[in-house]
């Protein structure tokens, strides 16, 4: 066989960088069932019809089709999925006779997208997302709830501090109304791509692909060019907004849930959410809040958590299924602090005990012994070969198994050392357990490491 290419966009982890991204999806998951969310899992295509109906998606979906397949195959037309929101809309029409309301759901699972991989874009990778879906209605005080999760769930990660920036889409949708603007989707496509092009290019594309004036483009420019920072008055983004001197039914009511949303946040989070009217998010679904998430000192990473509000996830004649969902990007996330060694594991795999073989035919022995302690919940594993002692340990040393088992003689339990101090010590394998910090891989902040 050749020597394999690479392909980018689509990542794979050595083992103590997996250890890193299972510890990051573990913590997520343990926050989010500690709020109540239950775990679902979504098959990974869906048609293209309804892919396509969700925003500017139309050149990154990856159809699915057999190598071997005619006109009348049966897979023609169907995608994978990219993201997670338009297969909750699928399931919950699907499943809305057995699902109990508001149904609370969390989904960590692969998705695909075709766009050129750069830093923090993949054409393959995970997420973990929440969402609250509710039966005709769905409470405003969901929008806070789902945005204090994700702070929380980020926050139990070796990560820098979170800034959680938010808007609401009637705000943007209004503004862009009141300015005489009818092409609202194309309002918020453009200015969407603000933190990408520049204001610059924002512009042109307003005034070419929008058909707004100049005077019309500086003046969405400026409205998204409107921030607040954490524990600044609620109400200081909706002021400066009403300062420009648009106004329109739409825009008065996104500014009443926007200062909610932030007064709520602060009295929950302080420090952490602020208004930041550019952001848009490009999907259509999106009918209320929205937010995008960055890690301080990170910002170019871009915005690592996402998500917002939609009145209408599916419908079902007049039977409407409102929802609010929020989105961890996992492997963005643990690609960029991995990439700048922000973070490590403590070692490159789960076992924490080496049983070292003296001699090949006291191997059934050493498996007893490992069979032991495993039962005990101890990671162990077996030396490979029944080499010099010396050798044993330094394979351990490489693996980074901090405890080498030396069985004794005749059968007797032996002794046990941690290679890192050199103290051994005898030990029963009944009873003798390593210390918690040992027994499962931990994962740190770099700086956080003891020199």
Not at 47 to 53: Q, S
Not at 59 to 84: C, M, N, P, S
Not at 110 to 132: K, L, N, S, Y
Request: proline fraction near 7%; charge should be negative; charged fraction near 25%.
């Amino acid at each position: 066989m050749s020597r394999p290419r690479p392909l980018s966009g689509f990542p794979e982890l050595l083992p103590a960088d997996r250890l890193v991204e299972q510890t990051v999806i573990d913590r997520l998951r343990r926050t989010f069932e500690l709020h109540g969310f239950g775990s679902v899992r979504t098959r990974a295509v869906e048609p293209v019809d309804v892919l396509l109906g969700k925003g500017e998606t139309d050149k990154e979906i990856y159809l699915l089709r057999r190598l071997q397949a005619d006109e009348t195959d049966a897979g023609a037309g169907l995608g994978l999925h990219f993201d997670l929101t338009v297969p909750l809309a699928r399931y919950v029409l699907e499943n809305a006779g057995r699902l109990s309301f508001p149904f609370r759901r969390y989904q960590i699972q692969q998705v695909w997208r075709g766009e050129r991989p750069q830093e923090g874009r993949f054409r393959e990778f995970t997420q973990a997302d929440i969402d609250v879906v509710g039966d005709g209605t769905l409470p405003f005080h969901h929008d806070v709830e789902v945005a204090l999760v994700a702070a929380e769930a980020l926050s139990s990660l070796p990560v820098p501090p979170i800034r959680m920036r938010v808007n609401n889409r009637k705000v943007a949708e209004g503004f862009a109304l009141g300015l005489g603007l009818a092409d609202v989707a194309g309002v918020l496509r453009a200015v969407d791509k603000l933190d990408k092009v520049g204001a610059g290019a924002v512009a042109a594309e307003l005034e070419t692909s929008v058909g707004a004036s100049p005077t019309q483009a500086r003046t969405y420019l400026a409205f998204a060019g409107i921030r607040t920072e954490p524990g600044s008055a609620p109400d200081s983004a909706a002021v400066a907004v009403r300062a420009l001197g648009v106004e329109h039914p739409r825009l008065s009511e996104g500014l009443d849930e926007l200062t909610a949303v932030i007064t709520a946040a602060d009295e929950h989070v302080p420090g952490v959410l602020g208004a930041d009217l550019s952001v848009a998010r490009g999907l259509d679904y999106y009918t209320g809040t929205v937010y995008e998430t960055h890690l301080q000192g990170l910002e170019s990473l871009g915005s690592v958590c996402s998500g917002g509000r939609y009145d209408e996830l599916a419908r079902d004649g007049d039977r409407v299924f409102p929802g609010v969902g929020i989105s961890v990007g996992v492997t963005r996330l643990v690609a960029g602090l991995l990439g700048r060694g922000l973070v490590r594991a403590q070692r490159s795999v789960p076992t924490c005990v080496l049983v070292a073989v003296p001699e090949e035919g006291r191997r059934v022995a050493c498996d007893r012994l490992a069979t032991g302690l495993r039962r005990r919940g101890i990671p162990t594993e077996v030396s490979p070969t029944a080499a010099r002692y010396g050798k044993q340990i330094r394979y351990a040393d490489r693996r980074g198994i901090p405890y080498v088992w030396f069985p004794g003689p005749d059968g007797t339990p032996g002794e046990v050392k941690d290679i890192r101090s050199g103290r051994q010590q005898a030990a029963d394998p009944g009873t003798w357990a390593p210390p918690a910090e040992d027994l499962t891989v931990a994962v740190r902040a770099v700086e956080e490491e003891t020199p």
